[in-house]
């Protein structure tokens, strides 16, 4: 095996871990999984790296070809030694030895949390206000911030939790979307900071339902309390969910954490209903008090 050909063995194998690594990040197999393919291809590298120097009859020819082969093990066994780690900080059900859950950030697609498909809205127009103008045009459907933290066409953003009375209306929001925003909590929130979401009847449609939850599409089983979900509301100017920094009211109150990744989730409860929309486009409003 000559320099050329262990160098295209080196790439193929680059390949074959970024490519199962992205296949886990997407939710297509699990930690576990992305762990066994790893070692089982660095420890096929190390065999093949010994025997390219067996098969060279005394060893290597050149000093130099003695420290690449010398240079590729150690990169294969320190990749073995992460895999292994990474291995042993999970737990069989998937968590972390702290408790963070690798498979609550996938964020799925569709997902089926009544068993009727949902597809992850990524980009909307955005409103703002009961006259549904301005128009921020092609916003990413991924950050609060891209959304509550505007409330006109033009103004600069306002990092979370954004701006107070913000009032957008997600205009390609679809009989089967969902989004999921993610933010992150202050490590030192203001004593006393917290807000609620209105269903708006400015926006008439179908009822809403939201969570704030710890997983990306997830109304469920990442939930901080019972109180961060808040389902079948109508579009009536009735409240949705109300966050706050505090141990209190866990059934009525979402319960937030400080330093802590969380997601704001909303879908059209029933899509298959046709009050105040008879078409394939239901925009979706949860106005910020």
């Not at 969570?211 to 949705?240: H, K, Q, W």
């Not at 937030?256 to 209903?273: A, K, R």
């Amino acid at each position: 095996m000559n320099d050329t050909d262990r160098s295209k063995l080196g790439l193929a194998i680059l390949v074959i871990v970024l490519a199962t690594l992205l296949r886990w990040q997407g939710g297509l197999i699990d930690g576990a999984q992305w762990v066994a393919v790893v070692s089982a291809t660095t420890w096929a590298f190390m065999v093949g790296q010994v025997g390219a120097i067996v098969a060279q009859g005394y060893a290597v020819q050149t000093a130099a070809k003695a420290v690449a082969i010398a240079k590729g093990v150690a990169a294969a066994g320190l990749l073995l030694i992460s895999a292994t780690a990474f291995a042993q900080q999970l737990e069989p059900n998937g968590l972390f030895s702290d408790g963070f859950d690798v498979n609550a950030w996938a964020c799925s697609d569709p997902i089926a949390p009544d068993g009727v498909p949902r597809t992850r809205l990524v980009l909307s127009d955005v409103d703002y206000s009961a006259q549904h103008w301005p128009v921020r045009y092609r916003v990413a459907m991924t950050e609060w911030d891209n959304v509550w933290g505007h409330n006109s066409a033009t103004d600069a953003v306002t990092p979370w939790p954004g701006v107070a009375g913000s009032a957008p209306t997600l205009r390609w929001f679809r009989r089967t979307s969902y989004v999921a925003l993610h933010f992150r909590t202050p490590v030192d929130p203001f004593p006393g900071l917290a807000s609620r979401f209105v269903a708006p009847s400015a926006n008439a449609g179908p009822n809403l339902t939201m969570a704030i939850s710890r997983g990306c599409g997830d109304f469920r089983l990442y939930l901080p309390t019972p109180g961060c979900l808040a389902e079948n509301v109508p579009t009536a100017d009735v409240p949705m969910v109300y966050w706050q920094f505090a141990d209190t009211s866990p059934a009525t109150a979402c319960n937030l954490q400080p330093d802590t990744d969380y997601f704001v989730n909303i879908m059209q409860t029933d899509p298959t209903s046709t009050l105040e929309c008879t078409t394939v486009l239901c925009p979706a409003a949860a106005w910020r008090n």
